[in-house]
């Protein structure tokens, strides 16, 4: 079962929205953490170039 790329890439951002609000609920993190959220962040972005998504994200995007 493959997840369609319009779910897989709002998951992706999901992560990386959810990271941010943690790190602003709850104040600095460990290097890891970030560079954790940094390769999603990558991955994420590359995921919705490959699928053409980039203007629907895009809003989404700019507020990580």
Do not use: S
Request: proline fraction near 5%; charge should be negative.
């Amino acid at each position: 079962m493959k997840p369609l790329p319009y779910d897989l890439a709002d998951l992706m951002l999901f992560y990386i929205e959810t990271g941010c609000e943690h790190t602003m609920t709850f104040g600095d993190m460990w290097e890891q953490y970030y560079t954790a959220l940094e390769n999603n962040f990558d991955k994420a972005m590359k995921c919705i170039v490959e699928f053409g998504l980039l203007e629907t994200f895009e809003p989404r995007i700019k507020r990580c």
